[in-house]
């Protein structure tokens, strides 16, 4: 069984800093490109960052491009978020999911979510 | 500002069926099959629930069914159920600045 457990979120000071992680189990976590999404309260769904199976190739949303740094270490099969000079509108839960293997685009998994509140 | 473009609501009684429209452009609905659907119940990750336009995961009952026409996708379920009151979402690769977009996400209400 496919499992991602986030972990990481919490309460920051507008311009601070944070670190999600995403630990993966049930799959083989080197063959998988990764995603974060994440959901302000009460609103829709907004993609954040994802990265290949490699690390390779890393891609970011504008609202978070310049801010935001997502990385992994395929030996302990654990995805990262590291996130600066939060802002209020970052407050959100943060989802990793697992995006789909081959040449296909989809986010087959996702974990149960992080929530992150950016206030002072 | 979502770049899918979905209706906030649509309700339906038991065992009718409903369509969820979700509207693009071609830098992505329209110019790939790349287009999945989410269902997401209150306070509960989002579940694929449509990959590729049409195809579903194995788990996925087939009251669901995906289409697409143009830079329009629809998501559709057949005999309405209680359970399927949830929020909706489609979501399209895009050759834009981002990766992934999704829509502005659809209520489901069983009445």
């Known amino acids: 069984e496919v499992q991602l457990l986030e972990s990481g979120g919490g309460l920051v000071q507008p311009g601070g800093s944070l670190r999600l992680s995403c630990v993966a189990s049930?799959?083989?976590?080197?063959?998988?490109?990764m995603s974060w999404v994440r959901q302000a309260p009460g609103k829709g769904l907004e993609w954040v960052s994802g990265i290949t199976d490699s690390a390779d190739n890393r891609y970011y949303a504008d609202s978070v491009k310049g801010r935001f740094t997502i990385s992994r270490d395929n030996s302990k099969n654990t995805l990262y978020l590291q996130m600066n000079g939060l802002r209020a509108d970052d407050t959100a839960v943060y989802y990793c999911?697992?995006?789909?293997?081959?040449?296909?685009?989809?986010?087959?998994?996702w974990g149960q979510g992080t929530l992150v509140t950016v206030s002072s | 500002q979502s770049a899918l473009t979905q209706p906030a609501s649509v309700s339906g009684s038991p065992g009718q069926s409903i369509t969820i429209s979700c509207t693009g452009t071609?830098?992505?609905?329209?110019?790939?099959?790349?287009v999945s659907w989410y269902q997401q119940h209150p306070g509960k990750a989002p579940k694929l629930i449509i990959y590729?336009?049409?195809n579903r995961p194995s788990e996925i009952s087939n009251r669901f069914s995906g289409s697409k026409s143009g830079n329009t996708a629809s998501l559709t379920i057949s005999g309405l159920q209680a359970e399927d009151e949830a929020d909706y979402y489609c979501?399209?690769?895009?050759?834009?600045?981002?990766?992934?977009?999704f829509g502005s996400g659809t209520k489901v209400t069983v009445v």
């Open positions: 979501s399209s690769y895009t050759t834009r600045s981002t990766f992934y977009v």
């Open positions: 071609s830098s992505d609905v329209g110019g790939y099959n790349f």
């Open positions: 590729e336009v049409t």
């Open positions: 049930g799959f083989t976590f080197n063959n998988y490109a």
């Open positions: 999911a697992r995006d789909g293997d081959g040449d296909t685009y989809m986010l087959d998994s």
